[in-house]
């Protein structure tokens, strides 16, 4: 019975796993993505110091371009597209910031509860497909419909669009890792139910939660994007990504440049929040 | 296979039943009086009862459910309030177009995601499966409403190859109406696609890693056979999931495309009823769009038991 | 064997290395194998895991997972080196002159596809037959000639309608499709029941006599290459040891490496021990009566246990022996409560469980697992695994359950300062004894072990016996020893119970059950065990046609 000590110290298995997301964010792909959502989320919060206009205020000069005075020129009613950018930035980063972990946390709760009883797990099924019966937008429209449009609907219809995705994530994992042997171990170990549950299972399952919520993310900005779009959204004269973009679709043709700001940075945000889920769902997998 | 039918089309009908119900509860939701709502402003006192006993607001809301649920199921959706016309009509004159956007923006994701898919897959070289990447991360990156406007600004307004929107009739001037449907299908056709591609190529890289393929590897069979043969039905059920998924996110993006292109659907109608206040007309369309949905997704676990002969013998 | 021809040289493998990219330590996978096969002749490859004996199978079709390569040697078929040719001309090698059995049968056969598609795969691979119809014909003849009774109507069957062994007959008739010159069966009965074992040897015997195939068995067991082959190399950590015939390797091994494998590979005909190490008990502590498991709805209910009897004394070890489905994981979680019988009852020091007995008893009977691996949860240090049954049973505070968790580690002949590491930094051996370390945690009297070593290489299963022996003698515990393999079975075990179709069939003192055993069932199970004298049946010069 010699030599049965285990090898040089490995690293351990915390580490590891931290490590797994972080091996996966530190590739070129999720610094990429962590760069561009950085960026924009630091410039949305130095909106103030970037900077002087007031993002709401009406100018002479409408549908400029370029120019020291406004570095991205104006929009149709002679705002600074620079400020309305930026403020945009800040009210579209708060709502998608506020309602993903809403309807994440949401959604996990219902998932554990889900965990405790047969009948549970049928009740919360069915809730989750009674919100997956209204797809995005069509969420939306039901939302709206009721509270009108504005701020809190999209917040509403974003953490309700999260809800049925988290929680079919989580419960699945559950139901995968509940089989597991060390779940058994637990058990015969005299482990209650609960604690099972909590501490041995649910760690298990909760790591395709991370990847989720950089989708959540950017799947955030796209629903606030539409709901601007179809006028359903935060109400004017407050800038929101999607309302500057939908304002400025109608004068793609004959000024572009009041679309390329807003464009770009919407696009910049998406991509960065994909890329970072992409990472970690590579560093999770390896 | 049918008492797979049988077992999920009672969850699936509960679902219905909880979502008619919730769509019959926007009317009374609304803050404040919903007759008054209704009836406007400027209506009189008059109006206002003529609405609160049409829609029986004096009865218990259970029975204003039962008689609700009924009158959909006979067909009689009562007139529009603020539209014009019969609800059955304006949705009877936009379905067909919803539909047939739909459907073209289906037939293009399933024939887009396939070859992007199994090319992101299995590309020897390294820079075609990073192109198919690239391709469907830049699909998925940009918002829905800007890739149609830019669609219509390159092929409508630069090259001048497509009109910028509208609508032809399929049976009175087929080839027009290809124009007009080809640029807000392929519009809401590419996210779905792209994630599909996503799926799919996951789905067929994980099959290419078991251990049947090692066997098919043993027993000589070709490449091309094992990825299209061996490891593509494999991968083909729980796309299908997705697909299924994706029918609901395509009806749902119809909304914004219809809006795009001016494309006279069920989608341009229930955004004009939420802004206008018409709410027959929403609840009408919600609800179509959920037993659409409803029947959709039944219809998928049907099409992952037929493809999938392990749920099918159980 | 005297009057056989020199026979021809199909396959002659000569310093074949394998190297995997990202190797730390710049050590081959395999490392300068070689050995000559002869039309219709038998090899057996053996060696315990990470011995390079898969890899070297693999490495002879040049299918080796990502990362391997060739990096030195030959492959020759037929004057053909294989190790440099392209991939298309690989194509036309594997299965129709190379074919290959793998060993698992559940994830080797495609989920989705018919039985009939997959042969018609095969068949079709090399154009050799152009017709379906004749394909189809020939899918039959072979699922016919590998014994699948009523093989035209099970064309149409997919995988999970086959029983695993039926599994394995359909992979070796996959393989046979196409009249290969040479046939690797990479451990093609590991995951299989003892009787299932046998017939699936017999079967590749028959192949190999009856069309001249020339048969490579690799194993990690060296009483299935006795069975099966005429000679055999030994490997280790990508070399061979040593090579010969089986039946000199067998009797007179000179490497030392051999002779501690063959030392550690426990006989049949070797006389228990277990009473060595304790002298059970008068007093019952566990008693199990007519307990019943069934499980499903009631219209289609499988009925897992059907009237288990028996009783474990303080002190004794109690080996339980059936194939898979007999019912003997079930009653192992039955009697630590993990599901709740459907019948029958289990005493515990008297008291009936539902009546105060399953109290005591959930602390005092514990369980070890068969796989190291899945047992632990990879997200807590392996003292934290340890110390859980204590936190749970509210044992000691912080600081006595970090002694106790100490104890245990030293207990099991484990570093006490592993506590700290997450089980991934262990072999699959060491997980083990950490598995052992918490069953043992809430000082039990009665330790059900479900299959403890059937997972593990000879060498480190025999070192775990051991353990599980001392701890018997110093602890003074009842073990209930659950395991197919029988040597295994009689060497712990005071007593034997037999387990068939959710029944004990037999019950009797260890040495008399398998010398002399009374039930037909057990008989078989004797006479399924491969043994290492055993001559194998293809070395057989009777020439019966």
């Known amino acids: 019975m010699t030599a049965l000590t285990a090898p040089a110290p490995a690293r351990s298995a915390r580490a590891a796993v931290r490590n797994r997301h972080l091996a996966g964010l530190l590739t070129a792909r999720g610094l990429t993505g962590l760069a561009l959502v950085g960026t924009i989320a630091l410039a949305g919060l130095l909106a103030p110091l970037l900077t002087g206009h007031d993002p709401d205020a009406q100018g002479p000069l409408a549908l400029a371009g370029p120019s020291a005075e406004h570095p991205l020129g104006t929009d149709d009613l002679g705002r600074d597209l620079l400020s309305r950018v930026l403020h945009g930035i800040t009210t579209d980063l708060a709502l998608t910031f506020g309602a993903v972990p809403v309807g994440a946390l949401t959604g996990c709760s219902l998932a554990l509860l889900a965990a405790t009883h047969r009948w549970a797990d049928t009740a919360v099924q069915r809730a989750f497909d009674l919100v997956l019966a209204f797809p995005g937008l069509i969420l939306a429209l039901a939302v709206t419909a009721v509270l009108g449009p504005g701020r809190w609907p999209v917040f509403i219809v974003i953490a309700l669009a999260e809800i049925p995705l988290f929680g079919r994530q989580l419960r699945s994992g559950i139901l995968v890792q509940r089989e597991r042997e060390y779940a058994l171990a637990a058990r015969v170990g005299g482990a209650s139910r609960a604690r099972v549950l909590l501490r041995h299972v649910l760690p298990n399952a909760v790591d395709p939660l991370v990847v989720q919520t950089a989708v959540a993310l950017s799947v955030g900005v796209f629903i606030e994007g539409a709901m601007s779009f179809l006028g359903l959204g935060v109400r004017p004269p407050e800038p929101t990504l999607g309302s500057i973009l939908s304002q400025s679709v109608g004068y793609l043709a004959t000024h572009p440049t009041f679309a390329a700001a807003p464009l770009a940075v919407t696009t910049a945000l998406v991509l960065g929040f994909t890329l970072i889920a992409e990472a970690l769902n590579r560093g999770i997998r390896r | 296979m049918r008492s797979l039918l049988l077992k999920r089309l009672p969850s699936g009908l509960l679902v219905l039943l909880l979502a008619s119900f919730l769509v019959f509860l926007i009317l009374r939701l609304i803050p404040g009086d919903p007759a008054t709502t209704l009836a406007g402003p400027d209506a009189g006192p008059q109006a206002v009862a003529a609405i609160r006993s049409r829609l029986g607001l004096d009865e218990p809301l259970l029975t204003q459910y039962l008689r609700w649920l009924g009158d959909l199921l006979t067909g009689d959706l009562g007139p529009s309030y603020s539209i014009g016309g019969q609800v059955s009509e304006l949705i009877g004159d936009g379905i067909g177009a919803t539909v047939q956007l739909t459907a073209a923006a289906l037939l293009l994701v399933v024939l887009l995601a396939l070859p992007l898919g199994v090319l992101g897959a299995t590309a020897e070289r390294r820079t075609v499966a990073a192109a198919v990447r690239a391709f469907t991360t830049a699909v998925l990156a940009v918002p829905p409403f800007v890739t149609g406007v830019l669609l219509v600004l390159l092929f409508a307004v630069t090259l001048g190859l497509l009109p910028a929107g509208g609508h032809e009739s399929l049976l009175d001037a087929p080839d027009l109406a290809l124009q007009y449907l080809l640029l807000p299908a392929v519009c809401l056709a590419l996210p779905s696609a792209a994630v599909l591609a996503r799926y799919l190529g996951d789905g067929i890289q994980r099959a290419l890693a078991e251990d049947y393929v090692r066997t098919a590897t043993a027993v000589g069979v070709s490449r091309r056979r094992i990825v299209w043969r061996h490891a593509l039905p494999n991968a083909l059920p729980s796309a299908v999931t997705v697909l299924g998924l994706q029918i609901g996110h395509l009806v749902a993006g119809a909304v914004l495309v219809e809006r795009i292109f001016a494309w006279p659907g069920l989608g341009q109608l229930v955004e004009q009823g939420v802004l206008r206040r018409d709410y027959p007309v929403v609840q009408a369309v919600l609800l179509l769009v959920v037993a659409g949905y409803v029947a959709v997704q039944l219809l998928t676990d049907l099409v992952y038991a037929w493809l999938d002969p392990r749920i099918r013998w159980e | 064997m005297t009057a056989s021809p020199p026979r021809r040289t199909v396959l002659r493998v000569t310093d074949l290395t394998v190297t995997f990219d990202g190797a730390t330590d710049g050590t081959s996978a395999v490392d300068g194998v070689g050995f000559e096969l002869a039309a219709g002749d038998t090899l057996g490859l053996v060696g315990e895991s990470g011995s390079g004996k898969s890899t070297t199978a693999l490495a002879l079709l040049h299918m080796l997972p990502a990362g391997g390569r060739i990096t030195a040697g030959t492959v020759e078929l037929a004057g053909q080196d294989l190790a440099t040719l392209p991939e298309s001309a690989l194509r036309a090698v594997r299965g129709r002159r190379i074919a290959m059995v793998f060993q698992d049968p559940m994830s080797s056969l495609n989920p989705v596809l018919t039985i009939g598609r997959q042969l018609d795969e095969a068949l079709r691979a090399h154009g050799t037959r152009p017709d379906k119809r004749e394909r189809a014909a020939r899918a039959v003849e072979l699922l016919d000639l590998v014994g699948i009774p009523d093989a035209a109507d099970r064309l149409r069957d997919h995988p999970h309608q086959f029983s695993g062994g039926q599994r394995q007959h359909v992979m070796i008739a996959l393989a046979l499709a196409n009249d290969a010159e040479v046939l690797v069966a990479d451990e093609p009965t590991t995951a299989l029941d003892p009787t299932v074992q046998r017939q699936i040897l017999r079967l590749l015997t028959r192949i190999n006599r009856?069309?001249?195939?020339?048969?490579?068995?690799?194993?990690?067991?060296?009483?299935?290459?006795?069975?099966?082959?005429?000679?055999?190399?030994?490997?280790?950590?990508?070399?061979?040891?040593?090579?010969?015939?089986?039946?000199?390797?067998?009797?007179?091994?000179?490497?030392?490496?051999?002779?501690?494998?063959?030392?550690?590979?426990?006989?049949?005909?070797?006389?228990?021990?277990?009473?060595?190490?304790?002298?059970?008990?008068?007093?019952?502590?566990?008693?199990?009566?007519?307990?019943?498991?069934?499980?499903?709805?009631?219209?289609?209910?499988?009925?897992?246990?059907?009237?288990?009897?028996?009783?474990?004394?303080?002190?004794?070890?109690?080996?339980?022996?059936?194939?898979?489905?007999?019912?003997?994981?079930?009653?192992?979680?039955?009697?630590?409560?993990?599901?709740?019988?459907?019948?029958?009852?289990?005493?515990?020091?008297?008291?009936?469980?539902?009546?105060?007995?399953?109290?005591?008893?959930?602390?005092?009977?514990?369980?070890?697992?068969?796989?190291?691996?899945?047992?632990?949860?990879?997200?807590?240090?392996?003292?934290?695994?340890?110390?859980?049954?204590?936190?749970?049973?509210?044992?000691?505070?912080?600081?006595?359950?970090?002694?106790?968790?100490?104890?245990?580690?030293?207990?099991?002949?484990?570093?006490?300062?592993?506590?700290?590491?997450?089980?991934?930094?262990?072999?699959?051996?060491?997980?083990?004894?950490?598995?052992?370390?918490?069953?043992?945690?809430?000082?039990?009297?009665?330790?059900?072990?479900?299959?403890?070593?059937?997972?593990?290489?000879?060498?480190?299963?025999?070192?775990?016996?051991?353990?599980?022996?001392?701890?018997?003698?110093?602890?003074?515990?009842?073990?209930?020893?659950?395991?197919?393999?029988?040597?295994?079975?009689?060497?712990?075990?005071?007593?034997?119970?037999?387990?068939?179709?959710?029944?004990?069939?037999?019950?009797?003192?260890?040495?008399?059950?398998?010398?002399?055993?009374?039930?037909?069932?057990?008989?078989?199970?004797?006479?399924?065990?491969?043994?290492?004298?055993?001559?194998?049946?293809?070395?057989?010069?009777?020439?019966?046609?």
Do not use: W
């Open chain 3, 210 to 545: 009856e069309t001249g195939t020339a048969l490579v068995v690799i194993s990690h067991d060296l009483g299935v290459i006795a069975q099966t082959c005429r000679r055999l190399l030994v490997m280790r950590d990508g070399r061979v040891v040593e090579s010969g015939g089986t039946a000199d390797v067998l009797a007179e091994p000179r490497h030392p490496y051999t002779k501690q494998l063959l030392a550690a590979v426990p006989r049949l005909e070797a006389p228990s021990e277990a009473a060595a190490n304790s002298v059970p008990g008068p007093e019952p502590l566990l008693t199990v009566t007519g307990l019943r498991k069934t499980y499903g709805s009631r219209r289609r209910a499988v009925t897992a246990l059907d009237g288990v009897d028996l009783v474990l004394h303080p002190g004794e070890t109690l080996g339980l022996v059936g194939e898979s489905g007999s019912g003997k994981s079930t009653l192992a979680r039955a009697l630590v409560q993990a599901h709740a019988p459907s019948g029958g009852g289990i005493r515990f020091r008297g008291e009936e469980f539902g009546h105060g007995g399953e109290r005591a008893a959930r602390r005092e009977v514990q369980l070890v697992f068969q796989d190291p691996y899945s047992s632990l949860n990879p997200r807590m240090t392996v003292g934290r695994i340890i110390a859980e049954p204590l936190i749970a049973h509210r044992l000691g505070d912080r600081p006595a359950r970090a002694r106790r968790v100490a104890e245990l580690l030293e207990q099991v002949g484990l570093d006490p300062d592993s506590a700290d590491r997450y089980p991934r930094a262990f072999s699959g051996g060491q997980r083990q004894r950490i598995g052992i370390a918490r069953a043992l945690a809430p000082e039990p009297s009665v330790l059900i072990c479900d299959e403890p070593v059937s997972a593990l290489d000879v060498s480190v299963q025999a070192q775990v016996l051991d353990l599980l022996a001392r701890l018997q003698r110093e602890l003074g515990l009842a073990l209930l020893f659950i395991a197919h393999d029988l040597a295994v079975v009689r060497q712990v075990s005071h007593r034997i119970a037999v387990m068939h179709r959710g029944r004990i069939v037999e019950t009797g003192p260890a040495d008399r059950v398998v010398t002399a055993p009374e039930h037909p069932y057990t008989a078989e199970l004797l006479a399924a065990v491969p043994r290492l004298d055993a001559r194998p049946a293809a070395l057989s010069t009777r020439s019966t046609a």
